[in-house]
Nanobody, 125 residues
Framework: QVQLEESGGGLVQAGDSLRLSCDVSGPRFIDYTIGWFRQAPGKEREFVASISWTDTKSFADPVKGRFSVSRDSDSKRGYLQMNALTPEDTAVYYC???????????????????WGPGTQVTISS
């Protein structure tokens, strides 16, 4: 069983930075792909970024050049560093884990089996 919990959300101003953390409990962290998704009010959940067990990274176009992802196997944490935030980045942010070593589709929500409860990120203009 894998459990996830995000932290680091909050209210910041446009142009500021935030770093989200995702604590992952599970037996084989080194094999997991960690994904980040977000859902703004009235919108569907959308892919933000991911980092695979091979450290392959993917980013959605709106966040390329501003967001980065990383992982720490010792602490079993994933991180989403968000820079140059804009009001359009306001959303609930979720981390998710895909335990498949092969056949993963890291930009697709359906590929992930486990999800955290989410953390609110609000950017004021």
């Amino acid at each position: 069983q894998v459990q996830l919990e995000e932290s680091g959300g909050g209210l910041v101003q446009a142009g500021d930075s935030l770093r989200l953390s995702c604590d992952v409990s599970g037996p084989r962290f080194i094999d997991y792909t960690i994904g980040w998704f977000r859902q703004a009010p009235g919108k569907e959940r959308e892919f933000v970024a991911s980092i695979s067990w091979t450290d392959t990274k993917s980013f959605a176009d709106p966040v390329k050049g501003r967001f980065s992802v990383s992982r720490d196997s010792d602490s079993k944490r994933g991180y989403l560093q968000m820079n140059a935030l804009t009001p359009e980045d306001t959303a609930v942010y979720y981390c998710a884990v895909d335990t498949k070593v092969t056949g993963s589709h890291p930009t697709r929500a359906w590929s992930y089996s486990y999800w955290g409860p989410g953390t609110q990120v609000t950017i004021s203009s």
